[in-house]
């Protein structure tokens, strides 16, 4: 029988140190680039940036510090400027291809980022023309908004609790996508009453942490954190398995996910479940925030929750209400609203203390039964073991009473 080997998460230390020496060993860059470069990333170290972004602007930054001796001497320069970056977007990279555009973009992007704060927060003249890569403004409807219905659908079309687990948080967390996939093991703590509480880095508007408070998506994130096969407080919350051999040793490492993979996964399920709508996280995002207008969370509170500078980004930015869902409020509100859907609560279990999906029959971590059904069924159950219990009981007893008669007449 083979064996299996199991291997850690992807080192993005690992992954900095070797970037970090192949750049500063990269004769084609000056002394006196690499001697800002080196500042620059202690400022990084500084702000507790993630090695792995760290590897991402040492890769990128060669492109630009390889043309020119002294950056800081040319970057008033617009037109030779203008040059290097126009030799970068048809330069050849791996494999004799001309450089990918969001390689290109990336490449742009960090460079502005160092050449400001080379230049005091300012960007130089020289760098005019090279400006950030602007995602195109997308104009989401109410339509497009997907609902805990839809989410249910799309849990049901998957087996994987993972994925379960992904499309269930993200749908109510609403988390930016780097906010999303830079969640850790520790970052999630249940309190024993279906709220679940993420511990959330990296966002735009906080330096801290800012904590996500969710209920819809606890059972279903609970069962995955349970079976998480690392269970270390630093590991990726969301991993993926790549199984290699060795020697007839099965291999298997565990990698972090990234937002195009998770993407990914997720289109795919959608298109099982008949989904119609965007389902990127972005679109996510906004309908997390539509759920939480139509649940009527205070805009102050939202703000904290979603990591918003301002009450206005969430009440005129995000998540628009279509017609129907502000028709509902306004009757809720004058009480001419009499049919009101309630929301289905998790089934807490009582003895483990377990968040279960809404209208569980039994616990899926102790098995303790949940409902009047289930409670009824276990009756049910102890009355049919007591009355075999009672037939074996009688059959013995005619089987004893035949051997004494027997021995009687004998």
Known sequence: MHGCLYLPITNYEKVFETARERFFSDQSISDQNKEYVKKFLDKYDVEGIKPSRKAI????????????????????????????FAGIKTSPVRGGKNMSLATYQTVINVSNAFIRWLNAGEKPKGFADIKNGKRAKRDLTPADMVSWEDVKKMVAATSDIQMQAIIATQAEAGLRPSEFVDLRYGDVEFNGNGIVKLSVRGTKTESSRRIRHLYRCSPYLQKWWREHPLKKKNSPLWIKMRNDWKNKQRIVAYEEYGYRALQLRVWDIGKKAGMEKPLDFYNLRHSAIVMSKTAGLADSIAMKEFGHATTRTYSEVYGRLSDEDQRQAIEKIHGLKTEEVEQEKNAICGVC???????????????????????????????????????????IKKELMQEILEEMRS
Do not use: G, W
């Open 57 to 84: 602007f040492l890769k990128h930054i060669a492109y630009v510090l390889r043309l020119t001796p002294d950056i800081v001497a040319d970057m008033h320069q617009k037109e030779k400027i203008n040059s290097y």
């Open 353 to 395: 203390k377990y968040s279960n999906e809404p209208k569980s029959d039994y616990c899926q971590n102790c098995t303790h039964p949940l409902s009047a059904t289930a409670v009824e069924d276990l009756k049910s159950q102890d009355r049919k073991k007591e009355q075999q219990l009672l037939d074996i009981k009688s059959v």
